[in-house]
């Protein structure tokens, strides 16, 4: 569990808020037009990075308003909030995106696991 | 307009006690509207009508001869009122605004108002919500949207205007009432306050 500023509210457990996704993706005009693939992609897939995603929020138990956040995906730290519509604040986010510091590719893969200074072979951290 | 026959979800409860620390009780029929529109826009009505032109700050209310006007979101506040004087003052609000962009609608029935008073009252509550409830966090005033138990609802400290003598007071949905009611008595069972048996019959512990 983490807390997450509602620009509304203030600090509030994350039990309140439900996750909506990928934040600002527009819903092509065009829909009449597009391949069956690229209209299966519109509707179904999302980016997935590791590091600084941009997503939308809901207080559904409290002010019941949407916003957007930047949250590090690796380290579930958010790093702004900002109202619907507007663009994303520029942040400085300090990297390797993940506490254990994995590779910049999947969660937990150990096969492409990167070696910091002083770590072990079979060391878990 | 009373009507004999009006019953709340909660009639068959009486108020539940445990001396000073905690007593659980229900506002039968309070009126409550809710509010739609700019805040700017509204305040001269609400002044006019309610005797507040409502809270300055998100997250408070504001209260004056027994009418309070909650904050629930940004364009959205809640009219706590007297019981059987909502549907006048829905009325009254409705001509006042002609003009301006807004809505109100009378939630009255929909949400149902449970009472806590006591000196462990926010230890009862704490129990069920994430939301610090402390008396240092939560003061006087202050309304909060929230989980409580398995529901959500609104959580409000009441201040003397607005003529309720409990110091929590949680709107909960109709449905979830009498759910939230057990829950409350289960949460003070460690204060001394006697268990009550939901009207489906389940039968569930708080974990400790
Ligand atoms: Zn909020």
């Known amino acids: 569990m983490f807390v997450i500023t509602c620009p509304y509210c203030g600090e509030r457990d994350q039990a309140e808020f439900v996750s909506g996704g990928q934040a600002h993706r527009t819903r092509p005009l065009n829909a009449h037009e597009m391949s069956d693939a690229d209209w299966g992609d519109w509707v179904f897939m999302r980016d997935n990075p590791k590091g600084i995603f941009a997503e939308r929020w809901f207080h559904s138990a409290g002010c019941r308003r949407w916003f957007n956040a930047l949250r590090n995906t690796a380290t579930d730290q958010f790093l702004a909030f900002y109202p619907m519509g507007e663009a994303p604040p520029a942040v400085e986010a300090v990297l390797p995106a993940t506490p254990a510091g994995e590779a910049p590719i999947g969660s937990g893969n150990d096969a492409v696991k990167v070696m910091r200074p002083g770590e072990s072979e079979g060391t878990t951290t | ?208």
């Open chain 2, 1 to 208: 307009m009373s009507d004999a026959r009006r019953r709340s979800p909660l009639h068959g409860r009486s108020e539940i006690s445990s001396g000073e620390a905690a007593t659980v009780r229900e506002h039968a029929f309070l009126g409550k509207l809710v509010l739609r529109g700019a805040p700017g826009d509204i305040a001269p009505a609400l002044r006019e009508l309610t005797g507040t032109a409502g809270p300055e700050d998100a997250c408070r209310s504001a209260s004056s001869n027994g009418r309070s006007v909650l904050w629930i979101g940004p364009d959205e506040h809640w009219l706590v009122v007297p019981a059987e004087t909502e549907i006048e003052l829905a009325r009254d609000l409705d001509s006042r605004l002609a003009g301006v962009r807004h809505h109100v609608v009378d939630v009255t029935d929909y949400h149902v108002a449970i009472g806590l008073s006591g000196t462990k009252a926010w230890e009862v509550l704490a129990k069920l919500t994430p939301f610090d409830v402390h008396p240092k966090a939560f003061a006087v005033g202050a309304v909060a949207g929230t989980v409580i138990g398995r529901g959500q609802g609104v959580l409000w400290r009441p201040a003397e205007g607005s003529a309720l003598d409990s110091d929590y007071i949680v709107f909960i949905r109709s449905s979830m009432a009498d759910y939230l009611w057990c829950l409350l008595a289960e949460a003070g069972r460690q204060f001394g306050m006697t268990p009550e048996t939901p009207i489906g019959g389940e039968t569930w512990r708080l974990a400790r």
